[in-house]
């Protein structure tokens, strides 16, 4: 199994929204609904943002929302706001073969 | 409130062994749960290295499957991991985690431990 494909990085400035996406295959981001987000400032351990596509954990901000079109996920950062500034990694758990997936990262830049 | 910290050499020699423990406070971890652990080479991504539920049952990366071994000790209520032949390849961040039954999403994160694989 192959890492997932994220862009490099995205910018974005303050209050505009963002998106990053995250491609798979049909084995994996487009064959579950078990894709994550995490936010990582530098360090710092990664932090939950999204799982099952577009849930977030309790005392995530509303501001963060994720969704997936065949075999490509992304996270939508609307309001954006310097705290925000981060990489950012999707994940896809494979259920059939006991396997988790990252995505390379992509770094966050606030304008 | 739950926490994890793990603890283990900070340097270790090429082909021997790493092993690091991850201590769980504020939940038992003979309750419930995966438990895994994660790693980050310095200035990359992340890489799921393994995890084991609460049972004692393990999975592991296959890209690392000849060389992982994790276990649990419910007394201690932490979890080990073992890596052996290292390789500088391996210098790493590594983070332990508390992982969702569905999904394996890593809830709960310990705040890391970087290990370098040098001579």
């Known amino acids: 199994q192959s890492a997932l494909t994220q862009p490099a990085s995205v910018s974005g400035s303050p209050g505009q929204s963002i998106t990053i996406s995250c491609t798979g295959t049909s084995s994996d981001v487009g064959g579950y609904n078990y894709v994550s987000w995490y936010q990582q400032h530098p360090g710092k351990a990664p932090k939950l943002m999204i799982y099952d596509v577009s849930n977030r954990p309790s005392g995530v901000s509303n501001r963060f929302s994720g969704s997936k079109s065949g075999n490509t996920a992304s996270l939508t950062i609307s309001g954006l706001q310097a705290e925000d500034e981060a990489d950012y990694y999707c994940?896809?758990?494979?259920?059939?073969?006991?396997?988790?997936?990252f995505g390379g990262g992509t770094k966050l830049t606030v304008l | 409130q739950v926490q994890l910290q793990e603890s283990g050499p900070g340097l270790v020699k090429p082909s021997e062994t790493l092993s690091l423990t991850c201590a769980v406070s504020?939940?038992?971890?003979?309750?419930?749960?995966?438990w895994g652990w994660i790693r980050q080479p310095p200035g990359k991504g992340l890489e799921w290295i393994g995890s084991i539920y609460h049972s004692g049952s393990t999975y592991y990366n296959p890209s690392l499957k000849s060389r992982v071994s994790i276990s649990v000790d419910t007394s201690k209520n932490q979890f080990s991991l073992r890596l052996t032949s290292v390789i500088a390849a391996d210098t790493a961040v590594y983070y332990c985690?508390?992982?969702?039954?569905?999904?394996?999403?890593?809830?709960?994160w310990g705040q890391g431990t970087m290990v370098t694989v040098s001579s």
């Open positions: 994940s896809s758990y494979i259920t059939g073969s006991a396997l988790v997936l």
């Open positions: 985690a508390r992982q969702y039954n569905s999904g394996w999403y890593g809830g709960i």
């Open positions: 504020g939940y038992s971890i003979s309750s419930g749960y995966y």
